[in-house]
């Protein structure tokens, strides 16, 4: 059990100052992370969006701020297309559109690589590294491991294969 802090979804109230509008602050992740340490036993991951230039400073944040661990990446921010005839972003709901968050497999080289910066850190070192993006099969979660993670999470491959990909 533990408690993963979201500040990577770059969708989901972002207008509210929540999700990845946070974890682009990283006053903000260290003094967030503080809070949920004082107040939990539990262990406190911080999940990190990639929607930022130097995912090193929000890890560096998260450590400062008493982290057991990081997670990454989240989603990228993203437009899935736009209807041309009602001019507006796709998906429409109840005649809105928005934006959303672009993940699987076209995500991995970039959390590959987020995922190094942040374990040849000297800054993070020890910090320990939970993967995220694009792992659909053994190899995918055997790279995250090479470059650092000592663990692995799967999402979109679980919604499109079933659970049985675990």
């Not at 796709?90 to 559109?97: E, K, Q, R």
């Not at 055997?142 to 919604?159: D, L, N, P, Y």
Request: proline share 5%; glycine share 14%.
């Amino acid at each position: 059990d533990g408690v993963e802090l979201n500040f990577g979804c770059p969708h989901g109230m972002s207008e509210r100052g929540m999700g990845s509008a946070v974890g682009q602050v990283p006053e903000y992740i260290q003094r967030v992370t503080a809070w949920c340490k004082k107040h939990t036993k539990l262990p406190v991951i911080v999940k990190l969006t990639p929607n930022i230039t130097d995912v090193r400073f929000p890890a560096r944040a998260a450590k400062a701020g008493g982290a057991d661990a990081v997670s990454l990446i989240n989603t990228i921010n993203s437009v899935m297309g736009v209807d041309l005839d009602r001019m507006t972003m796709s998906p429409v709901t109840d005649g809105w559109g928005s934006h959303g968050g672009y993940c699987g497999p076209a995500v991995k080289p970039i959390a590959l690589n987020m995922v190094a910066e942040i374990a040849r850190d000297a800054a993070t070192a020890g910090l320990p590294i939970s993967g995220i993006g694009g792992i659909g099969t053994w190899r995918d979660a055997a790279e995250f491991i090479a470059m650092g993670c000592g663990t692995v999470q799967v999402c979109t491959a679980a919604m499109v294969y079933g659970f049985k990909i675990v």
